[in-house]
């Protein structure tokens, strides 16, 4: 199968989720208690104020027409606009995107440097102590709470030892090695929690393979044990793992919401935290459409992955 | 060679009888320290007016940000509480966070997934894909905008949190009824006459029980951590009312004056979260046909 159409195949099969997904975060607003056009105008408090939002955001229309009329412009790329600073919400998540973005990137890296040789080393001394410890330490990163562990980490490099800055972003095209140091931290942070699940997922692909019987065969012909792990069982296990990364790469978005609060980053989490606390219900809307449709894309990503990878589905 | 009319009786093979999921559990060391730190947790919250020493929420000026001593053994927070009492409090409103999001994604799971399952179709369809919407959008980032929109609360986090839920438990009750109705005996029991509704409450219910019991531990340790995320962020549990979330977001203000304000509650939340994922480990290897 061409890759063309296997893509057009998942595209179309994405649709109607992504139709779904477009009316639950429309539905959002819904949820308001009370008059949302009350609820949407804040501390103003002003009957003609209040009669403009209604009529801005078509509230006295039937929802059918105004889910119409918001996925309109959804598609258009208005997202609508910030109550709190009056800029389009697109125009805010282009600038701090990047931003989490670069956190995320970081993070993954971090999550594949420890995650992938654990596990391998875990599978390949399966029962032993290294593989007892490997596991209860990626147990740990996935049950540790990531705001704990930065609060805990700032205490200790930033406060105590004073190596690195406890809060703040610098971006790298202002000074890189300042932005290396202020990233460092909440990537550890963001990293970890995903590590644990790269490792786990590792181990479970390795042991996988290392029972196949093409294993069996290069034992068999004398291959030494650290050639049959790195070079025929590994190539096999990271297809799987390589895809979750895709996958996981996503969930660092949700993960970077409180990471970013923390250590004062200005990215797309702390956008949503802010928008929550302003009331500024369009953004809360906005980065959760955001955070879907990149969840979506990074899913198609990982099935791509996934199909370049394995021979025996483009042979299908 | 054998007499005609004589039949040979083969020889029966003893079958040792697996033994019981509680037993299978309880061989396990990690599970029964893991049952054993979910079981204090459950009497420490249960218990919080009995075992914590003083009033969660009363303030104490004399006593500002104290460090652990005899008379508080946590030390104090600050406003003069005593950390002590209020992670015991606080672990109601962790228990909540563990008991109520799990059974809302139970309740609602089970008999969509039921339906989905066993009906397929149309309907099917339409609930794979709402559930495949629903999955689309970051657990926390879910959590987060329903809790905005509802308003900050503890229960309406609870809320949040079982919704946010869903999607998984309706996916694994669903998948796991369809496997079940591709039995042999699910086709018997078509074939005696057996109504759609007998099958599935007689012999699929309960084997999507055991999957979704795994699921549970696993989702009530995400839902203590979503919790404490939200009370962190200020859209849980509401002050002065205590909550592990909301004092580690108290003590990041005071991590030089008053470390242990920020220790103490993490190190709680880890070590429940952590004995809950270990539980459902075991629990996942015990149920498994080719373990135990």
């Not at chain 1, 209604?54 to 598609?75: E, F, S, T």
């Not at chain 1, 809360?284 to 990878?309: E, H, P, R, T």
């Not at chain 2, 108290?250 to 952590?274: E, K, T």
Request: glycine share 8%.
């Amino acid at each position: 199968m061409r890759l063309a159409v296997f893509v057009a195949r998942r595209v179309v099969v994405l649709l109607p989720t992504l139709f779904f997904v477009s009316v639950l975060i429309f539905s959002l607003q819904k949820l308001l208690p009370g008059d949302a056009a009350i609820a949407l105008a804040g501390e103003e408090s002003d009957p003609v104020a209040i009669a403009g939002i209604r009529a801005k955001y078509h509230l006295d229309q039937p929802v059918v027409v105004q889910y119409g009329i918001w996925m309109g412009k959804v598609l258009r790329g208005d997202l609508g606009e910030s109550l709190r600073n009056r800029i389009p919400v697109t125009e805010l998540l282009a600038s701090k995107l990047p931003v989490t973005v670069e956190l995320a990137v970081c993070s993954m890296l971090i999550a594949l440097l420890i995650g992938i040789p654990t596990g391998v080393l875990s599978a390949a001394r399966k029962g032993t102590l290294v593989d007892v410890t490997a596991n209860a330490v990626a147990l740990s990163g996935l049950s540790v709470p990531h705001f704990w562990l930065g609060i805990m980490l700032i205490l200790l490099f930033a406060v105590h030892l004073g190596w690195l800055p406890a809060s703040g972003y610098v971006p790298p095209w202002e000074d890189l090695g300042r932005n290396l140091t202020t990233i460092l931290m909440p990537s550890f942070v963001l990293g970890t929690g995903v590590a644990g699940v790269m490792m786990r997922h590792t181990r479970g692909a390795m042991l996988q393979v290392l029972g196949a019987d093409y294993v069996r065969t290069a034992r068999a012909k004398s291959v030494p044990e650290r050639l049959v792990v790195l070079k025929h069982a590994l190539r096999n296990a990271l297809i799987p793992v390589i895809t979750l990364g895709a996958i996981e790469f996503g969930r660092l978005l949700s993960g970077a919401v409180l990471t970013e609060q923390i250590f004062a980053i200005p990215g797309f989490g702390k956008m949503l935290v802010d928008g929550v606390f302003n009331r500024d219900y369009a953004v809360v809307q906005g980065v959760v459409l955001v955070s879907a449709g990149l969840y979506v894309l990074l899913n198609l990503l990982a099935d791509i992955l996934y199909f370049l990878a394995n021979p025996r589905l483009r042979g299908a | 060679m054998s007499q005609p009319g004589v039949v040979l009786a083969m020889p029966s093979v003893a079958e040792t009888p697996r033994p019981s999921l509680v037993r299978r559990l309880f061989r396990r060391s990690p599970a029964l320290i893991a049952m054993a730190v979910v079981a204090a947790f459950v009497i420490i919250a249960v218990g919080a007016p009995h075992v914590a020493p003083y009033d969660p929420i009363k303030q104490d000026f004399r006593a500002i940000r104290k460090a652990p001593s005899e008379a508080y053994r946590l030390g104090t927070d600050e406003v003069g509480r005593d950390v002590l009492s209020r992670l015991i409090w606080g672990a109601r409103a962790s228990l909540l966070a563990g008991v109520i999001p799990v059974s809302i994604a139970l309740i609602v799971s089970i008999p969509l997934g039921l339906l989905s399952g066993c009906t397929g179709g149309w309907l099917d369809g339409l609930i794979m894909r709402i559930t495949d919407a629903m999955l689309a959008i970051p657990f926390l980032i879910v959590a987060i905008a329903l809790a905005a929109f509802l308003g900050p609360s503890l229960t309406n986090a609870m809320i949040a949190i079982g919704i946010a839920a869903l999607p998984t438990f309706l996916r694994l009750a669903r998948g796991t009824a369809l496997a079940i109705t591709t039995e042999e005996y699910i086709e018997s029991a078509r074939s005696l006459g057996c109504s759609r509704a007998r099958i599935a409450v007689r012999h699929v219910l309960p084997n999507i029980v055991p999957p979704l019991l795994i699921q549970s531990s696993l989702t009530a340790a995400a839902a203590i951590i979503a919790e404490a995320s939200l009370s962190f962020l200020g859209l849980g549990q509401q002050p002065p009312a205590p909550s592990w979330g909301s004092m580690l977001n108290a003590a990041q203000r005071y991590l030089v004056q008053a470390p242990w304000m920020a220790i103490y509650p993490g190190l709680m939340i880890f070590g429940i979260v952590m004995s809950l994922n270990v539980l459902g480990d075991a629990l996942r290897d015990a149920l498994d046909p080719k373990q135990g």
